[in-house]
């Protein structure tokens, strides 16, 4: 049974920064490609930030792009979001995602999300 598991969520003033941690466990992580996605209020889910399953290749949601680092740990299981200079609209609540093709069908796995408040 594959469980994914976001953590480091919270509030924090415009300007600063947070880092989101998630962990991935009950399959082999090296297998899976990790994402980042969020959803604000009223909006549709987005995707923030991708990581290859090496961590070799990282790509970015133009909207975070020089502010937003995704990073992997494959001997620790987890993926990491950190996040600067955090602006209001990044208000919303982050998801960690691991997807793995298994014999060409889709295997994805979400997290509970966890909050981030952008507010003075």
């Known amino acids: 049974q594959v469980q994914v598991v976001e953590s480091g969520g919270g509030l924090v003033q415009p300007g600063g920064s947070l880092k989101l941690s998630c962990v991935v466990s009950?399959?082999?992580?090296?297998?899976?490609?990790t994402n980042w996605y969020r959803q604000a209020p009223g909006k549709e889910r987005e995707l923030v930030a991708a990581?290859?399953?090496?961590?070799?290749?990282?790509d970015y949601a133009d909207s975070v792009k020089g502010r937003f680092a995704i990073s992997r740990d494959n001997a620790k299981n987890t993926v990491y979001l950190q996040m600067n200079s955090l602006k209001p609209e990044d208000t919303a609540v982050y998801y960690c995602?691991?997807?793995?093709?298994?014999?060409?069908?889709?295997?994805?796995?979400w997290g509970q999300g966890t909050q981030v408040t952008v507010s003075s």
């Open positions: 995602n691991a997807w793995r093709l298994v014999s060409g069908n889709l295997r994805d796995y």
């Open positions: 009950g399959s082999t992580f090296t297998t899976y490609v």
């Open positions: 990581i290859t399953k090496s961590g070799g290749t990282t």
